[in-house]
């Protein structure tokens, strides 16, 4: 018996639709390897479609009030609270992600961030009008920048989607974003949300692979990209959107430093980094995965860390004693294990370093020791639940090593000392520091990185900022 595959659909202009030529790409369930559904192979024919039904819709949606943007997200939050289980399978489909963190850990924040842009809505406007020059006035205007491309990623992707839509159309631009080729699920469910309370045109997806995403990035109707991927990935839209100097906002890869200190009560950082460093199994650009250890407390803390890898537990979606699901596709696990299986003969894996099983994509938790700063693992991103350990002498090194890599997006230091926290904190060279804990993210607070993390900010007023353009206008007073 053949069980027929779901049909994901792209949606643009208020309507669900194929792909114009009938293409479609198989989607797999990363916990079992087994394909589920096709999506549309979106090309240029459906990128256009999409951006002329955007750009239609722009002027009436920029001209709307704050107050009915507002009122437009707080519905759509509303909504996701209503629909949570369907959106909760729809993104474990995805992503094997566990269902019980999902409906915890994903949800909540998703719809608290789409709430914190509805209020942020009412909030565009610029500095008070003043006179700068005798007999003229300056007035300052914030306005929406105009039809977005924005491109979410397979780690998160609902939550990636909100980050990239809420608060543009708060700020009063219209949308066509892409999902994964890998994910496009929880997204075309999203759009089936969404797109029964906005204005037709104004929130439209389009699914398909890189070339796809090229089309819209190199499209002549937005007026900015904005992509959370690779730094590869993120290279290649810079370069394409300079060609006719789009906006570009760009959230790329991550290596965060976790510098702990002597003084630390090693079985509590050890249990708050482990949980940090696996959860959604190493799949996050913050993820704590690359630890630097005081030398005087090293080999005790890897034992500590060792032993907390062999109990974290990876598997189905329905255990809810599982940390994490998969990895999400098999490139992802060959990417992963190659890592591993590359490992220079100073190194030591104390835990893990192998795949779980023999369906799906699952790694088990990995602690690696005896590393040197110019390692292949310490130096590019693994994406995958995989801990390194280093050891530091004193803050000197420990600044050193942390700072010596090319990615800046996130980082956590360890220790009892104030001083020496604030001070780690402002020579880290980091978009984000957080201090005895590490990769809780609030929507009020700002999200982004330095150097080839990217650019641009995620979540916050800033966040909200990127997807506004300034104005200035000057009067006369004499008439």
Not at 112 to 135: H, K, N, P
Not at 407 to 429: C, E, I, P
Request: glycine share 8%.
């Amino acid at each position: 018996m053949t069980t027929e595959l779901r049909r994901l659909r792209n949606y643009i202009n208020g309507e669900f639709r194929d792909a114009a030529d009938g293409r479609t790409i198989e989607v797999v369930n990363p916990a079992t390897g087994e394909v589920y559904a096709t999506s549309p192979l979106s090309g240029q024919a459906d990128v256009d479609a999409a951006m002329e039904a955007a750009a239609a819709a722009f002027p009436a949606w920029r001209d709307s009030t704050p107050a009915e943007r507002q009122k437009v997200l707080l519905k759509i939050a509303d909504a996701f609270e209503e629909r949570a289980e369907d959106l909760i399978a729809a993104e474990s489909e995805n992503t094997g992600k566990p269902l019980e963190l999902t409906r915890t850990e994903e949800l909540p924040p998703m719809v608290d961030q789409i709430r914190f842009f509805a209020g942020a809505a009412r909030m565009l406007e610029g500095r008070s009008a003043g006179e700068y020059m005798e007999g003229l006035t300056s007035i300052v205007r914030r306005e929406p920048v105009g039809v977005c491309a924005q491109v979410a990623p397979w780690n998160y992707p609902m939550m990636m989607a909100v980050w990239k839509f809420a608060p543009a159309l708060a700020a009063g631009n219209t949308v066509v974003l892409k999902p994964s080729d890998t994910t496009p699920a929880s997204t075309t469910l999203m759009a089936e949300i969404i797109g029964a309370i906005v204005p037709k045109g104004v929130f439209n997806v389009i699914c398909g692979d890189r070339d796809s995403g090229r089309a819209m990035v190199e499209h002549p109707i937005p007026a900015m990209a904005s992509i959370t991927g690779s730094v590869r990935a993120g290279m290649q839209v810079a370069e394409s959107a300079a060609k006719d100097v789009k906006r570009v906002h760009l959230e790329l890869g991550g290596k965060a430093p976790v510098v702990v200190f002597e003084d630390v009560d090693i079985a509590k950082a050890v249990e708050d980094i482990a949980v940090a460093g696996y959860f959604n199994a190493g799949q996050d650009c913050t993820a704590a995965t690359r630890v630097l250890v005081h030398e005087s407390i090293h080999d005790e803390f890897v034992t500590a860390l060792a032993k907390a890898a062999a109990e974290t537990k990876t598997g189905a979606a329905d255990d809810e004693d599982v940390l994490y699901g998969p990895l999400n596709n098999a490139n992802q696990l060959k990417q992963v294990s190659g890592f591993i299986e590359r490992l220079p003969a100073h190194a030591k894996v104390e835990a893990g370093g192998h795949r779980v099983g023999d369906k799906g994509y699952f790694y088990a938790p990995t602690v690696v020791s005896g590393l040197k700063q110019d390692d292949e693992i310490i130096q590019n991103e693994v994406f995958g639940p995989v801990i390194t350990v280093q050891s530091f002498t004193d803050e000197a090194q420990a600044l050193e090593y942390a700072n010596g890599v090319e990615f800046a997006l996130a980082s956590s230091v360890w220790t009892k000392d104030h001083g020496r926290a604030m001070r780690m904190s402002k020579s880290l060279d980091f978009g984000c520091v957080w201090i005895n804990t590490h990769i809780p993210l609030v929507a009020e607070m700002p999200h982004g990185g330095f150097k080839k993390s990217g650019y641009g900010k995620d979540l916050s007023a800033y966040g909200f900022d990127d997807y506004t353009r300034i104005k200035h206008v000057m009067t006369s007073l004499d008439g």
